[in-house]
């Protein structure tokens, strides 16, 4: 009898394990649905904060260039501005709970498409056909690259899900794989601020670098912040766990000193290098913590991964034409500008703004910018040198004509 009913129970066994293996589909389909969740969150968040940057430029640019007496803040445009930052960085931040940390960061190459596309269609200047092709091909082609970028990250991005909870993210906090990262970027930070703040080398990758070191960190904890507040969201609360306000100082103060490199980088080099090369540097240190803490590419084949990498060479390199074909902005120059004199200091100097450095331009007047045609240029003053009889009086070498009327 015992015989006879082994066959039996090996048979009822067997609709058991089918049901198993049909289970895993369905939650592959669930990831992706997430990942298609984060994506889309990633970017409508970065399409809206680079509306909002230009709507607040634009109203800056207004206010400068009329008498209104109003600060830039009691304008409507520049507070609408402001509802979408907030708007899109809310959404940005909420596509960390959904998708992996190594999809997400690279898709801030939109914001960079948004920009441009807007320059151009917002732009004042009025040009022929052919010259605005040849100025605007490489514009147009970055874009191109960028989306194709994109497309391939969302397409083959990694497709790891795991919930964040207080214990998830205290077994990855301490595991040997991120400990041994986290040694290797502190010695590298800590010898890259020893030679830009000792040695006063500014080179602008030595900046940025410290930036993306910072920003990975700060992407690495907001993941994690995110995450525990969606679970607490969902029923399974994490906000009385001492790891979620660790990560929570954690994500203020690195994003509070990235700001600060980023800020003193903004005024030694121009927009669009820190645009382009920060992206880059930016991206790929952000993926490597999120393959190191969150194991993201845990699982994955060689082709996801080869293909991913593939997206991301393109779209940096879609950010890199796009942002080096953007024309670089002129300050607004003052009614005397006395950086063309020997000896006098610039904002270069030792970090003193005494005054400001404008390619050594000597005029007098306001100008917008530094393009204008010559029948614009600023009229000068004639002097002529004026002899006295007198050689025991003193007076100044030189005199200003003074036109009459009659001539």
Excluded at 178 to 202: A, R
Excluded at 357 to 382: H, Q, R, V
């Amino acid at each position: 009898m015992e015989g006879g009913n082994s066959p039996n129970l090996q048979l009822q066994q067997l609709p058991l394990a089918t049901t198993a293996v049909s289970v895993q589909p369905h939650t592959d389909s669930f990831s992706y649905k997430e990942n298609l969740i984060g994506a889309l969150l990633a970017i409508f968040g970065h399409l809206v904060s680079s509306i909002a940057l230009n709507l607040q430029k634009y109203s800056h640019i207004r206010l400068a260039g009329s008498k209104d007496p109003r600060a830039y803040f009691r304008t409507k445009t520049w507070w609408c501005g402001l509802f979408l930052l907030v708007l899109g960085e809310l959404g940005v931040f909420s596509s960390y709970a959904f998708a992996p940390l190594s999809l997400i960061v690279p898709l801030s190459a939109v914001s960079v498409i948004a920009s441009a596309i807007i320059g151009i269609i917002f732009i004042k200047e009025k040009w022929k056909p052919k010259d605005f092709l040849r100025r605007y091909v490489l514009s147009f082609v970055g874009c191109g690259l960028a989306i194709v970028g994109t497309y391939l990250l969302i397409t083959f991005g990694p497709n790891s899900h795991e919930k964040m909870t207080a214990e998830n993210i205290t077994r990855h906090l301490v595991s040997w794989p991120f400990l041994l990262y986290m040694l290797v970027e502190i010695i590298i930070f800590c010898l890259l601020l020893y030679f830009y703040k000792e040695k006063n080398v500014n080179y602008i990758v030595i900046i940025l670098l410290l930036v993306a070191l910072l920003g990975s960190m700060t992407v690495v904890t907001v993941k994690a912040v995110a995450g525990m507040i969606v679970v607490s969201i969902q029923g399974n609360l994490q906000l009385d766990y001492p790891i979620f306000y660790i990560m929570l100082v954690c994500m203020i103060a690195t994003a509070i000193f990235q700001a600060t490199f980023l800020a003193q980088a903004s005024q030694l080099y121009d927009s669009s290098q820190i645009a382009s090369i920060g992206y880059i540097l930016s991206t790929t240190t952000a993926i490597t913590a999120g393959a190191t803490f969150y194991l993201d590419f845990m699982g994955e084949d060689v082709l996801h991964i080869c293909m991913f990498a593939l997206g991301c060479l393109i779209a940096f390199l879609g950010v890199f034409l796009i942002t080096r074909n953007r024309k670089k902005s002129v300050p607004f120059e003052p009614y005397i500008s006395m950086d063309a004199m020997p000896g006098m200091q610039n904002m270069h100097d030792k970090g003193i703004a005494v005054q400001p450095d404008l390619k050594a331009s000597f005029s007098y007047g306001a100008l917008e910018n530094n393009d204008m045609p010559e029948i614009y240029t600023p009229a000068t003053l004639p002097i002529v040198q004026e002899q006295h009889g007198s050689k025991g009086v003193s007076a100044p070498p030189y005199r200003v004509l003074e036109h009459s009327k009659r001539e």
